[in-house]
């Protein structure tokens, strides 16, 4: 599947705080991925997410599992923007974690190192986690 053309897409990151998010950032933006935002936290994404008036395509949305309110916060993301495509990015390969948020209806879970213009191209294309 070619992963090389996928501009036109909008993307917002939440809870960008890492080397390796400023990596992937990098690399999606010199693939024509169009950022609308990044943000340092799940409660801040959504504050920008409120101003847009269009949402983008995507949100990644890097798991810091050390925030004992994760959860809580991705529930109220979720409600407040139901049709949002959610993509999780974590170093936690735990399928409890991955069915739980298959169950606030993140559309994709990538783990770290995994290819992201690749998950990103199957969401937008009608693909499932």
């Known amino acids: ?3 090389k053309n996928i501009n036109r897409i909008t993307t917002a990151f939440i809870n960008d705080k890492s080397p390796v998010m400023d990596l992937m950032h990098d690399d ?3 693939s024509g991925v169009d950022v609308v935002f990044r943000s340092d ?14 949402l983008p395509n995507i949100c990644i949305i890097d798991l810091d599992f050390f925030d004992k309110g994760i959860m809580k ?3 109220e993301l979720r409600s407040q923007y139901p049709t949002l495509k959610l993509i999780a990015h974590s170093d936690t390969d735990d399928e409890k974690v ?17 290819d ?12 499932q986690r």
């Open 1 to 3: 599947m070619e992963t």
């Open 28 to 30: 999606l933006v010199a």
């Open 41 to 54: 936290n799940i409660v801040d994404g959504n504050n920008q997410l409120s101003l847009l008036k269009t």
């Open 73 to 75: 916060q991705l529930r």
């Open 98 to 114: 991955i069915n739980k948020l298959a169950g606030l209806g993140f559309s994709k879970y990538v783990l770290i190192g995994n």
């Open 116 to 127: 992201m213009k690749k998950a990103i191209y199957g969401v937008v294309n009608g693909g």
